[in-house]
């Protein structure tokens, strides 16, 4: 099997439309790094390439009259590595979670950011399941309506 056959097989199926996800993984990628097997959502937007599904996630939390604590879960990919040197590369494939209370535009408001890898999340999902850390209750705007 070769690696753009192997990569092909392991692309998910979208739970929208039934076919692959992506339709092939992009040429720049085989054809700039032949020696390195990048994962096939490499440079991915999180979007279905067949139907168009966003399978980013937004959320809003209403913290205050009339304003939401806002956060946003896209796909994302970091490549770390030597600066320079392209035979000595890794590609972390995850998402960039955003969060935004206020005005972002005015600068009143508080952002947050972090890119977590695909590991790093699983890892988190099953921890949580057990954990207390889901039990909280959350005091937000909706509590008291
Ligand atoms: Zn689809």
Same mark, same amino acid.
């Given at each position: 099997m070769n690696v753009m056959s192997e990569l092909t097989t392991i692309i998910p199926i979208c739970k929208?439309? =039934? #076919?692959?996800?992506?339709?092939?993984?992009?040429?720049s990628i085989t054809q700039q790094y032949s020696n390195k097997v990048s994962p096939?959502? #490499? @440079?991915?937007?999180?979007?279905? @390439?067949?139907? =168009? #599904?966003?399978?980013s996630i937004y959320m809003g939390t209403p913290v205050l009259f009339g304003q939401k604590k806002k956060t946003s879960v896209k796909a994302d990919s970091q490549m770390i590595g030597?600066? =320079?040197?392209?035979d000595d590369y890794r590609v972390l494939s995850g998402v960039t979670i955003k969060t935004t209370i206020g005005d972002e535009v005015m600068g009143n408001g508080a952002f947050g950011e972090v890119f977590l890898t695909a590991n790093e999340l699983k890892g988190l999902i099953n921890i949580l399941k057990e954990s207390p850390l889901l039990e909280q209750f959350d005091y937000d705007f909706s509590t008291y309506i």
């Open positions: 929208y439309c =039934g #076919h692959r996800i992506r339709k092939r993984i992009p040429d096939w959502n #490499h @440079e991915w937007d999180g979007k279905c @390439e067949c139907c =168009g #599904h966003d399978y030597e600066p =320079g040197d392209l």
